[in-house]
């Protein structure tokens, strides 16, 4: 039996990137997935191999079950849409991964602009926030699973960029540093109802939306300076984490920003 089986998780960005991987990942482990993004089909500036197929056809091929959700989490209305949907479809929820978030090329700060601002706010805070509270509202409707260990599990994708400045990303790195404080004031908030929140920050990941980085040299070199590790991440680093974040074994874990980003927030590397 997968260690998730019986299980409902909503995926926010769903569809590419980190977010696919973690849908899928989850769905291997046995869980149902709504898989919630802008679009159904896969970034096709994205990095995976299978481009042409969306998450849910991939979950489903593979023997899991999946549907998908269109949303926008900056709008409150398709935010309780998407839980309407999960709750229609499967039933219940059990598992939240904010992944739909907001980037901008790099940019100084005098040259960011109030709309941009906005942007950042309306999805990567407000939009991970409304998510959040909305599962937990349904988790406390539900009885704790004491083989599972909680009531709910919630993890929400931030950065590194949330931990030490970068430079040309101000707004950014200010709304992922919100997630990170989110996930540890809510985790205090509800440890006594046994619903596990935590965060992971992941460092340079290739992804479509950072391709433009990645095909940039100077910038991947100066990426690659400051990761320690030998190499820059995969979407597949984020998704072991962030699933291993919903299993049994991660019970008694909550309130933790981890990071997974080959030592770029250790220190300057040498």
């Known amino acids: 039996m997968a260690k998730l089986d019986g299980k409902v998780a909503i995926v926010t960005g769903g569809s590419s990137g980190m977010g696919r991987a973690i849908a899928i990942g989850l769905a291997k482990e046995g869980a149902k997935v709504v898989c919630c993004d802008l679009n159904e089909g896969a970034n096709q500036q994205g990095y995976e191999a299978d481009l042409q197929k969306t998450t849910g056809e991939i979950i489903r091929a593979n023997g899991g079950a999946a549907t998908f959700c269109q949303a926008d989490i900056s709008d409150p209305a398709a935010v309780e849409g998407v839980f309407k949907t999960a709750m229609k479809t499967f039933g219940r929820i059990d598992i939240l991964i904010n992944c739909a978030g907001y980037w901008a090329p790099f940019?100084?700060?005098?040259?960011?602009?109030?709309?941009?601002?906005?942007?950042?706010?309306?999805?990567?805070?407000?939009?991970?926030?409304?998510?959040?509270?909305?599962?937990?509202?349904?988790?406390?409707?539900?009885?704790?699973?004491?083989?599972?260990?909680?009531?709910?599990?919630?993890?929400?994708?931030?950065?590194?960029?949330?931990?030490?400045?970068?430079?040309?990303?101000?707004?950014?790195?200010?709304?992922?540093?919100?997630?990170?404080?989110?996930?540890?004031?809510?985790?205090?908030?509800?440890?006594?109802?046994?619903?596990?929140?935590?965060?992971?920050?992941?460092?340079?990941?290739?992804?479509?939306?950072?391709?433009?980085?990645?095909?940039?040299?100077?910038?991947?070199?100066?990426?690659?300076?400051?990761?320690?590790?030998?190499?820059?991440?995969n979407v597949d680093d984020i998704a072991a984490i962030t699933v291993f974040l919903c299993l049994p074994e991660s019970q008694w874990i909550t309130g933790q920003i981890i990071p997974v980003d080959g030592g770029l927030t250790i220190g300057v590397s040498p």
């Open 107 to 233: 940019r100084t700060f005098a040259e960011e602009s109030e709309e941009l601002w906005l942007k950042m706010a309306a999805v990567n805070t407000l939009g991970t926030a409304r998510m959040s509270r909305e599962a937990i509202r349904q988790f406390l409707r539900q009885t704790h699973d004491e083989k599972w260990g909680s009531r709910g599990r919630i993890v929400n994708i931030s950065s590194c960029a949330a931990v030490c400045g970068f430079p040309g990303e101000v707004a950014y790195s200010a709304t992922k540093a919100s997630v990170n404080h989110m996930s540890r004031a809510g985790a205090l908030d509800h440890a006594k109802d046994y619903i596990n929140i935590n965060c992971v920050a992941p460092g340079v990941v290739a992804t479509g939306m950072a391709r433009g980085n990645f095909e940039n040299n100077e910038i991947v070199q100066t990426m690659k300076k400051a990761t320690p590790w030998p190499r820059l991440g």
